[in-house]
């Protein structure tokens, strides 16, 4: 079956730049997803990106997709303590009927 | 105003036992989910239901059922409870069944089965 991999902790502090990485194998994926998990909180959907691009910005975030690595990342710039939370990254099959998750990076805000 | 929520939030329960969670969403949406995150925080696909029908039925044994009763609620009933059952489940929406459209989920509900 499809993996996706992710770190399982981050620390930075306030201010500073937090980049998440993901890794998956499906080389056909189409869409590719950054959800963010808070404490006793649902999942949210931050941000995705289509396969067919390189970069993605969305005000403080940057999601970079290397397809060659599927390779994925995201940048969150003056990372603040609210963005102290589980980052999920997922990728949907090229035949939309399976969404892979990771299994999270637990991202740590430091003040 | 809570789009997806789930009940019970915590479940603890014995091995055998046979429980159910209950899942609703006022988001109008047509599609719901039952995703099972394991002790290492993988999120696997239970089951998806499109206007009460079931769509995706992943290989979760026979002692799950979800149940329907209308678009806006989706239930999880588990028979014969075992340890390993233990796990905090998610219910999800989303406005269509394609799985690409953005899923809101409820906050979990964390099963222990001692």
């Known amino acids: 079956g499809e993996d996706v991999e992710q770190s399982l902790f981050l620390s930075v502090r306030e201010g500073d730049s937090s980049v998440i990485n993901c890794t998956y194998t499906?080389?056909?994926?189409?869409?590719l997803y950054w959800y963010k998990q808070e404490p006793g909180a649902g999942l949210q959907l931050l941000t995705y990106?289509?396969?067919?691009?390189d970069m993605k910005q969305d005000q403080r975030l940057t999601v970079l997709l290397n397809k060659k690595d599927k390779h994925l990342s995201l940048r969150i710039a003056d990372t603040q303590t609210g963005d102290s939370a589980i980052y999920f990254c997922?990728?949907?099959?090229?035949?939309?009927?399976?969404?892979?998750f990771g299994g999270g990076t637990r991202l740590m805000v430091k003040p | 105003d809570t789009a997806v929520s789930q009940t019970p939030k915590y479940l603890v329960t014995q091995m055998g036992n046979d429980k159910s969670i209950k899942c609703e969403q006022n988001?109008?949406?047509?599609?719901m989910y039952w995703y099972k995150q394991d002790s290492k925080k993988f999120l696997k696909i239970m089951f998806s239901?499109?206007?009460?029908?079931?769509?995706i039925n992943e290989t979760v044994p026979n002692r799950f059922s979800p149940k329907s009763p209308d678009k806006a609620h989706l239930n999880l009933h588990i028979n014969s409870l075992e340890l390993g059952d233990s796990a905090v489940y998610f219910c999800?929406?989303?406005?269509?069944?394609?799985?690409?459209?953005?899923?809101?989920f409820g906050p979990g509900t964390r099963l222990t089965v001692t």
């Open positions: 999800a929406s989303s406005q269509d069944r394609a799985l690409s459209y953005e899923q809101y």
């Open positions: 499906d080389s056909s994926s189409t869409y």
């Open positions: 990106i289509f396969s067919n691009m």
């Open positions: 997922a990728e949907l099959n090229n035949a939309g009927n399976m969404l892979t």
């Open positions: 988001l109008g949406h047509d599609t």
């Open positions: 239901y499109n206007n009460k029908e079931l769509i």
